[in-house]
């Protein structure tokens, strides 16, 4: 099956460099040169991926995420964010906003390769790999919808949380180093900081409340998720 990806960029000669680059990789490609175009687009039809440009003329691109993680259709919709600013990075992946991934411009068609191929294997990894519904304590977990209810109640993750969060239950009763963490749910060796998995599981804790509990700091070492709800810290 050939994924497709949206490219919102308003340079438009990067932009035609983008759609020739990866249709010759075997990608489908849309082109949206404003947020506005990109979420009629996106309300039409929805694409594998969204490789979405920071600074757009009518509207941010963080802007456009929220939008898209706010809808059924586009929530789950994996999006690596250009950027040019790098102090940008922290707000703009998972954190505030959800994109998944970013690159810093100016890069490489190689990189952006790489990097859409990662988020693709992740995304699509976790809607092929995990049929079944989970049941953990407090915890209940429908991961081909990307779906998490604490106490019954609907909680909202972002992609990146909800990856964080499979990965720490696949492996509970073991921990997890931030080392480990980051290549393995951020997909390969980045730029980011170790520091970085600290604020998502900071972020993920406080979504899930009471259950975060189930997610022990092992000091010096990382993570740990418990092995069986009950168990005592
Ligand atoms: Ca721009």
Redesign the pocket.
């Given at each position: 099956m050939t994924d497709r990806i949206l490219i919102v960029?308003?340079?438009r000669d990067l932009l035609t460099t983008l759609r020739y680059n990866l249709e010759r990789e075997g990608f489908e490609t849309l082109g949206a040169t404003t947020g506005a175009q990109a979420l009629d687009l996106l309300s039409r039809q929805v694409p594998d991926l969204v490789l979405l440009?920071?600074?757009?003329?009518d509207m941010a691109g963080t802007e456009v995420c929220r939008r898209m993680r706010a809808l059924e259709a586009t929530r789950t919709v994996p999006v690596i964010m250009c950027t040019a600013k790098t102090e940008e990075i922290d707000r703009v992946v998972g954190f505030e906003v959800g994109a998944d991934d970013y690159v810093v411009k100016p890069f490489s068609v190689r990189e952006l390769l790489l990097r859409i191929r990662a988020v693709l294997r992740r995304t699509q990894g976790d809607r092929d790999g995990k049929e079944e519904w989970i049941e953990f304590g407090r915890l209940r977990v429908d991961p081909p919808a990307h779906r998490l209810w604490v106490d019954g109640e609907e909680i909202r993750l972002t992609a990146l949380e909800f990856r964080l969060l499979l990965t720490f239950y696949e492996r509970r009763g073991r921990v997890q180093s931030r080392e480990r963490l980051l290549s393995d749910v951020w997909g390969y060796a980045v730029d980011v900081t170790t520091r970085t998995v600290d604020t998502h599981i900071k972020r993920l804790r406080e979504k899930l409340g009471e259950a975060s509990a189930y997610i022990e700091t092992v000091r010096g070492v990382g993570y740990r998720f418990r092995e069986r709800p009950g168990d005592a810290p």
């Open positions: 960029e308003d340079e440009d920071l600074m757009l003329p």
